[in-house]
């Protein structure tokens, strides 16, 4: 029989409600980035929404791998037991690796993009900020809902 009270069907709840959170961010920034980017287009030009667009696409392609490794990486700390010490060092280390690459490499994109390619720098940005907002209006929208719903199955 499950218990509520059970320390491993908490972490699974936790957990669960964490991936519905990450999977509503991914899909509310996807129509935010098309209602950021038309709406660029339709009151400013096509290269400011072109710009956008690069900068959503960016910053959702990194937000969905660092999604990913996050959930391999919470896989083994799961299968430790939910022991942070039992995870293996090695699996630590390839985390923060891929973590910091990733950053060098979306570094390095940007540069070149600016360097070489007619980009307008604000529109980057803006679309770099796509996944921030949604991530601020999903949490508070239903994070506060899924936890304090959780919070009062626990009590």
Do not use: C
Request: net charge positive; no cysteine; proline share 2%.
């Amino acid at each position: 029989m499950n218990n509520p009270q059970d320390p491993h069907n908490i972490a699974e709840q936790m957990a669960d409600a964490g991936v519905f959170l990450l999977r509503s961010v991914q899909r509310f920034n996807w129509l935010l980035l098309i209602l950021i980017a038309g709406g660029s287009w339709y009151s400013f030009d096509w290269p400011f929404a072109q710009s956008v667009l690069i900068g959503g696409l960016l910053a959702s392609i990194s937000f969905y791998m660092l999604r990913r490794d996050i959930g391999h990486f919470m896989s083994n700390f799961s299968d430790a037991g939910m022991n942070w010490q039992a995870v293996k060092k090695f699996e630590k280390v390839k985390f923060f690796l891929k973590f910091y690459g990733r950053l060098a490499m979306l570094a390095v994109i940007m540069y070149l993009l600016i360097s070489y390619i007619s980009i307008d720098v604000i529109g980057l940005v803006v679309g770099l900020s796509t996944i921030m907002i949604s991530v601020i209006i999903v949490v508070l929208s239903k994070g506060s809902m899924l936890y304090s719903a959780q919070r009062y199955k626990g009590a």
